[in-house]
């Protein structure tokens, strides 16, 4: 997230909390004040961090989702993983992955973040003082995707990576510029959504409104993540022009079509799994002509499955994630919707629980196609070992959650649904859209590594 133009520091946290779901990890703010940069970051939600009762003119914050360099353990790490970061003039955060890292440089970094702040620092050098020439630089060398926002002086820039992976958005009002991953932000900040960073583009604000924009990678078909429509992006939020809530709901219609293709009895209920699927499931019971009822409710008090440390740490939360409407389950046919099945894990204990409650049939449905393959994109699947769709068939699936019956999106449904052409699917189809990652796979084919490294955090020749 950046900001351009008066706003108090706390108004600035707050806007950060919109993006806590995008990364629970670690979360930053810096700022610009008379010249000098100041930050504060902390472990875990943005809701920690700790401001001064004052405002500033460009700000930065950042949510981390640690894809790159490990886990923040303690306080005094926050420094070498957390972003922003900074170099002279220089400050940035990102959204994204850079997948050559070990391959282009022997210098050790902390995470991807630290590595693109010193390396566009070097390259800005280089092309005296020129953000669009030290950009079109930076392109040759890295590969992945990188959603950037960063101050130099007084400016602040955004820059999108070509296949436009991640999603960034920017508005303008009057005294503010505001630019975010997700539109959300920019409501709250009474900033009228003006569009996308086209991939490739880089857009440089200065104070009283003014907007440079440079065309400085131009690739013809991009790759936008499907997950973000998936998973990733609140419901509110609008990417590509497409509102996140409604991509949901068309999922769910078109998972009622391959419902009926299979002749089940009917359920009683459709029940989502909190809180992603629940557009789903609205649309699915509006489908099957049956009611929807959220007999599974979240525990609000633990992060997401999906962003814990470890497989341990992971099962332990799933194990406290939801409370049963006790009530409502026993002799029902049960309809359950879920965003994804990466592990198994949860949906294996929502078929438990729901069974021990006494449920006569539990259907498990997913908005999401079978995701069999690792991302080296922004989400930390990053080998195929961590994925269930890689390791066994389709009803191999269904029997180790224990379902009647276990139905998945298909990939017409589901691009069909988000309504655009140009994404990446790769998770889904091994179709890795930049040269590296396909280096990547074809050198884990032949020599799967240490089991303890992301496939992305070897050296490919
Ligand atoms: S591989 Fe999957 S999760 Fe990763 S960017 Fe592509 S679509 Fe998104």
Redesign the pocket.
Known sequence: MGILGECSLATARELLLLLTHRGQDASGLLWRDNGEFSESKTMGSPAGIDVPDTTSTLILGSTRYPTSGRRVVSNDELDRFVGPFRRGQLALTHNGNITNIPSITRDRYHCDTEFITVLLDQLIDKNDGSLPDAFREFDQFVDG?YSLVGLLGDKMFVYRDPHG?KPLVFGRAPGRIVVASESTVLDMAGVPLERDVYPGELLIFGHGGSMESHSISQNELH?H????YVYFAHPAARIEGQLVYDVRFRLGRALAQEFKRRGLVPPDYVVPVPDTSRPAAQALAEELGVPMREIILKNRYLGRTFIAKSQRERDAMAKNKYIYLEDKIAGKNILVVDDSIVRGTTAKMIVADLRRRGASKVYFTVTCPP?D???????D?STSSELIAAEAEEEQIAEFIGADALIYQTMNGLVNAIGLRD??????NGE?PTEHARRIRAAVATNAGPPESRDYERVIE
């Open positions: 995707a992976f790759s993540c499907f997950f973000e995701q393959h690792p991302c080296y994109y922004g989400i699947i994404l990446c699917l790769a998770c889904l890795y």
